[in-house]
């Protein structure tokens, strides 16, 4: 049974930092590109950020331009774990955070339905 198991989220005050893990199991994703999206209260789920089976430079992540400059995706294949680096957080980067799989061999992608495996979110509250 494939799992996608996030951690990492909680209470935070504007201007602070928090790292976000997704741990899979189940299968390995170290071919698969990775991503993770969020969803505030009433609106869409929202991409965020989303690497290569790689990851092993710059041009093999892509982010939102809301997050772009504050926040880092990163992975350890060996760990099969996935990581979202967030700094100079705002109140509306508020939401459910969720980190998201494709299948091997495909590329990264800004597009949800892309996606084949979910995990189950982790709330990230913004405080102003």
């Known amino acids: 049974q494939v799992q996608l198991v996030e951690s990492g989220g909680g209470l935070v005050q504007a201007g602070g930092s928090l790292t976000l893990s997704c741990v899979a199991s189940?299968?390995?994703?170290?071919?698969?590109?990775m991503g993770w999206f969020r969803q505030a209260p009433g609106k869409e789920r929202q991409f965020v950020a989303t690497?290569?089976?790689?990851?092993?430079?710059?041009?093999?992540?892509d982010y939102a331009d809301s997050v772009k400059g504050r926040f880092t995706i990163s992975r350890d294949n060996a760990k099969n774990t996935l990581y979202l680096q967030k700094n100079s957080l705002k109140p509306e980067d508020t939401a459910v955070y969720y980190c998201?799989?494709?299948?091997?061999?495909?590329?990264?992608?800004?597009?949800?339905?892309?996606?084949?495996?979910w995990g189950q979110g982790t709330q990230v509250t913004v405080s102003s």
């Open positions: 189940g299968r390995t994703f170290s071919y698969s590109a």
């Open positions: 998201a799989a494709r299948a091997a061999g495909t590329m990264m992608s800004r597009v949800d339905h892309k996606y084949a495996y």
């Open positions: 690497i290569s089976w790689s990851g092993g430079s710059t041009s093999h992540r």
